[in-house]
């Protein structure tokens, strides 16, 4: 069986063992993309989401893993475009949950690639101070498991990384050559799963074509954009029937 390879949003990680072992019987990876954990020192002015997009290629052919049933959360849905894009030969399928089709997706993206430094240091640390309070706001229940996910997601990136990710994602899926790779890939015969939380569909900007193309479209109930802290379970039932 395939391994999978998640890619995480703006903020956090996916690297959680309750999260990965949902996926059960399959190996499952988690890397930290560029600014974040074991790269959280890694220069990141410039930063664009191709070099995420190669330092995740780099990533699966490292430890051999190629090909991959890959799946991008949020900012990670784009990059995982980019990658499958630009390496087919190490993607398997893609699973693009709640990722980044318009600007409309990148919303908070854009609103922060906009504000100083010091504006995205001072709401990091408001966070920080509340991570019950910021997890909760997005729909996850607190339970020890959740407080403990929200301030290791929160502590996983500085600010300097948060503000050059969101200018990347923002230019880079800001541009007509983006939805067009979206398209060649639906196109393509690489499965492309579309997957929301029940909650937070309305808010996801799918193109009707890119709805009608994908191979499976799926909502996991009673959940929201952290879908993966809400009901992990469900989360990873749906990512191993995506798998081939």
Known sequence: MRPVVLVHGLLGHLNDPRIMSAIADRNTFAPDLLGYGA??????????LMEQADHVAGFIRDINLEPVNLVGHSVGGAVSVLLAANYPDLVATLTFVEGNFTLKDAFWSAQVAQQDITFVETTLAGYKADPNGWISGAG????????????????????????AQAHAVVEATGKPEYLELVRKLMASDMPYHLLAGENSRQGWDVPDWAANAATSNQD??????????????????VIRGNCV
């Open 140 to 163: 996850v229940e607190i339970n020890d498991w959740t407080h403990t996910l929200a301030r290791d997601w929160l502590n996983n990136q500085p600010a300097t990384t948060i503000k």
């Open 220 to 237: 996991i109930p009673g959940t929201g954009h952290l879908m993966m802290a809400e009901k992990p379970e469900a989360f990873g039932a």
């Open 39 to 48: 790269y959280r020192d890694c220069p990141t002015d410039g930063l664009t």
